[in-house]
Nanobody
């Protein structure tokens, strides 16, 4: 059974930082691309970051580029999302996802497995 478990969310002031983690089990983690998405209340889920199976390729949209970084530790079956200079509009539930295609992509439909999400709240 595949499981993706996110952690590290919480309440932070604008300008602060958080580091999200996602631990995967039940799949060959090192073969999967990993992504982070987020969904704010009343809005559609949006892409935040992706990393290829080997960690050599990263893809982030302009909305978070320069503030967020994605990384992975295949030895620990874990993907991370470091979020700096957080803004009120970053408030959302953050989800990690796994894509057996292995290539970093922002296409939500490419992802095969999803976690339950972790709440990030940024106070202004």
């Amino acid at each position: 059974q595949v499981q993706l478990v996110e952690s590290g969310g919480g309440l932070v002031q604008a300008g602060g930082s958080l580091r999200l983690s996602c631990v995967a089990s039940g799949l060959p983690f090192s073969r999967y691309a990993m992504g982070w998405f987020r969904q704010a209340p009343g809005k559609e889920r949006e892409f935040v970051a992706a990393i290829s199976w080997h960690g050599g390729d990263e893809y982030l949209p302009d909305s978070v580029k320069g503030r967020f970084t994605i990384s992975r530790d295949n030895g620990k079956n874990t993907v991370y999302l470091q979020m700096n200079d957080l803004k009120f509009e970053d408030t959302a539930v953050y989800y990690c996802a796994a894509d057996k295609g292995g290539i970093a992509t922002g296409w939500e439909n490419r992802y095969d497995y999803w976690g339950q999400g972790t709440q990030v709240t940024v106070s202004s």
